[in-house]
């Protein structure tokens, strides 16, 4: 079994897997489910100087084709629709009976946060995670709580901003950055109706789950290249696998909503699980040995060379190297029963590749 515990900021996380600020973070109850359901840490969801007032419908699914498969969901959803009074007399003492680390979302002015940082310090949680969402403003609200609380501060950013940037002006006054807020404004159509399928102004909501991942990926890669600081990654993780893969682009841990949304509250130790078996699979003693290994890459060109090669063993028949291939490079052998991929015909654009489940293919670079 490998080692997956990480340390942010002076918090011990007993796995790299912690929620995200959102509808599964909701309450108190909600947060001790999670940590039931094997998250690592936990983050509430936003608080702010009063109760938001959520437009009813706030999410929808977005499904890949007739396959139904979610790609993630749009949500027009705010910051927490609880009292704030409520959070400091009972939902935060709640999530803390977990014993897990727990992290409070605040925000959203430099006014406002001040205001209500320290009161939420006094509630007993370990650390502050602050969201602009878009709004801007993060150096002012990150030296506002830093001159307001002593416990570690988290930066959470947008993806439409210069997350390089924006991380080198707050990292004087943060304990480490938290990547990436949701996409958008996005929208979607109900088709038999011709309404959008949210409540909100115009319709309009914002994308999280897989879609976003390689664009989370990208922020997170960039922050962890530009500053000093932890970065706890969170746009898309669905499986151990995306974990790793951030993880790798330089994230310390890992935050989940949408999965959740989609799953269930084991979705956390599913993860978690996951990631533990690639990494005992792969020779890993600790998790924390793949950490930012994918960075020293990223300046490199890469030329692929030769064709690939298939792995017969590992290959099943699947037939979705063939479907992907646009240049009819790869057909069946009928005799033998196995694909063979013509030299002639092959442009080594490694589609082919990156489809494969099973990894029966490779090709060296």
Partial sequence: MTNLEVEIAGLRFRNPVLTAAGPTSRDGMTLLNAAAG??????????????????????????????????????????????????????????????????????????????????????????????????GGHAEIAKALRDAVDIPIFAKLSPKVDVAAVAKEVAPYVDGIVAINSFGPCLRIDIETGKPVLGSEEGLGWMSGASIRPIAMKCVADIARAVNLPVIAVGGVTHGTDAIEF??????AVEVCTASILEGQTVYGRIAKEMDTWLDEHGYDSVLDIKGKALKHLR??????????????????????????????????????????????????????SVCPYHALSIDA
């Avoid at 007399?89 to 605040?106: K, N």
């Fill in 38 to 135: 094997g998250a690592g840490g936990l983050v509430a969801k936003t608080v702010s100087i009063r109760p938001a007032d959520v437009p009813k419908p706030n999410m929808a699914a977005i499904e890949e084709g007739r396959t139904g498969s979610r790609r993630g969901i749009l949500n027009a959803e705010l910051w927490s629709e609880i009292p704030l009074e409520q959070w400091l007399e009972r939902e935060y003492a709640i999530a803390l009976s977990s014993t897990l680390p727990l992290i409070a979302s605040l925000g959203y002015t430099p006014a406002e946060v001040s205001e209500i940082a320290p009161k939420i310090e006094a509630a007993g949680v370990h650390a502050l995670e602050f969201s602009t969402h878009y709004v």
């Fill in 247 to 252: 993880m790798m682009a330089g994230a310390s």
């Fill in 300 to 353: 490199e060109p890469v030329e692929l060379k030769g064709i690939p090669t298939v792995d017969h063993a590992k290959c099943t028949r699947c037939g979705l190297c063939p479907k992907s291939c646009v240049y009819d490079a790869i057909t069946v052998d009928k005799k033998e029963n196995l694909f063979v991929i013509n030299e002639e015909k092959c442009q080594r654009c490694g589609m082919c590749i």
